[in-house]
């Protein structure tokens, strides 16, 4: 059974940086995908970023496009998230998720099959 571990939340101020990690153990050859979702309080859960395992294309959302890189380490079977310039909008819980190859929009967080448990990132003011 896959399993996907997150770390690397915290509290940081408007500006600073933090980076996220993602651990996958278990049968994880065919996770073609692997990326992160958000979710803020009263809203529902939002694509962030994700990347395919064989040849590194990312995809971001627009709101982290040039403060946010994915980046992932096959060999570790890991995924990382590195953010910068947060913030507050940025305070949220943060998923890590992975699915299989398939057709489905990799922004839809319904064609992610698998899930962490979430990290909270909460940006001050």
């Known amino acids: 059974q896959v399993q996907l571990v997150e770390s690397g939340g915290g509290l940081v101020q408007h500006g600073g940086s933090l980076r996220l990690s993602c651990a996958a153990s278990?049968?994880?050859?065919?996770?073609?995908?692997m990326g992160w979702f958000r979710q803020a309080p009263g809203k529902g859960r939002a694509f962030v970023a994700a990347?395919?395992?064989?040849?590194?294309?990312?995809y971001y959302a627009d709101s982290v496009k040039g403060r946010f890189t994915i980046s992932r380490v096959n060999a570790e079977n890991s995924v990382y998230l590195q953010m910068d310039s947060l913030d507050p909008e940025d305070t949220a819980v943060y998923y890590c998720?992975?699915?299989?190859?398939?057709?489905?929009?990799?922004?839809?967080?319904?064609?992610?099959?698998?899930w962490g448990q979430g990290t909270q990132v909460t940006v001050s003011s």
């Open positions: 278990g049968p994880t050859d065919n996770m073609h995908f």
């Open positions: 990347m395919t395992r064989s040849i590194g294309d990312a």
């Open positions: 998720a992975g699915r299989r190859y398939s057709s489905a929009s990799v922004y839809s967080s319904g064609s992610y099959k698998y």
